[in-house]
Antibody, heavy 118, light 108 residues
Framework: QVQLQESGPGLVKPSGTLSLTCTVS?????????WSWVRQPPGKGLEWIGE???????NYNPSLKSRVTISVDKSKNQFSLKLSSVTAADTAVYYC???????????WGQGTLVTVSS | IQLTQSPSSLSASVGDRVTITCRAS??????LAWYQKKPGKAPKLLIY???TLQSGVPSRFSGSGSGTDFTLTISSLQPEDFATYYC???????????FGPGTKVDIK
């Protein structure tokens, strides 16, 4: 069973870059999964950020595309998120997620809270 | 494609039948999923492909619909079901996931 674990700084300064990593265990990141990032700002709903396939193909939410980069490190069985030029509006719990069937998400990390503040 | 959910919140009692609606701004394929979200927990997949129950999810949860209108039904609400429920759709080309705004189910 695939398990996902997010890691990264919990505090990022405004205008800085948010960087998170998701470590995959119980499965290979080179399997036929798309690997996604989803976030939830405090008191708000879920927002899909983007996804990557192990060969490097990516898809991003158009609302964030200019600031987002998702990459994969097959040697570490990890994928990562970088979100640039952050503001307080980017404060959220960030989840990594995946599924064998690439139409929904049945495996989720526990989530990590990232606060944007000086 | 935008998703709307109704109601945005509801109060119900244990044993009640609860129905939540998700409406798409245009016709979508059956790539419609439902999640349960509790505070401090990751979303939990309940239903995918509009009506397929995820393994391990109690049979009191069911999904239906096609085109633009989809529903999640809880046949007999249990104490552990008080949560926020989200629908999610996939636009295949280009790939883009969208979540509905959520429906909060709390105790009457």
């Amino acid at each position: 069973q695939v398990q996902l674990q997010e890691s990264g700084p919990g505090l990022v300064k405004p205008s800085g870059t948010l960087s998170l990593t998701c470590t995959v265990s119980g499965g290979s990141i080179s399997s036929s999964n798309w690997w996604s990032w989803v976030r939830q700002p405090p008191g708000k709903g879920l927002e899909w950020i983007g996804e990557i396939y192990h060969i490097g193909s990516t898809n991003y939410n158009p609302s964030l595309k200019s600031r987002v980069t998702i990459s994969v490190d097959k040697s570490k069985n990890q994928f990562s998120l970088k979100l640039s030029s952050v503001t307080a509006a980017d404060t959220a719990v960030y989840y990594c997620a995946t599924s064998v069937v690439p139409t929904h998400f049945d495996y989720w990390g526990q989530g990590t809270l990232v606060t944007v503040s000086s | 494609i935008q998703l709307t959910q109704s109601p945005s919140s509801l109060s119900a009692s244990v044993g009640d039948r609860v129905t939540i609606t998700c409406r798409a701004s245009q016709g979508i394929s059956s790539y419609l999923a439902w999640y349960q979200k509790k505070p401090g927990k990751a979303p939990k997949l309940l239903i995918y492909a509009a009506s397929t129950l995820q393994s391990g999810v109690p049979s009191r949860f069911s999904g239906s619909g096609s085109g633009t209108d989809f529903t999640l039904t809880i046949s007999s609400l249990q104490p552990e079901d008080f949560a926020t429920y989200y629908c999610q759709q996939l636009n295949r080309y280009p790939r883009l996931f969208t979540f509905g705004p959520g429906t909060k189910v709390d105790i009457k």
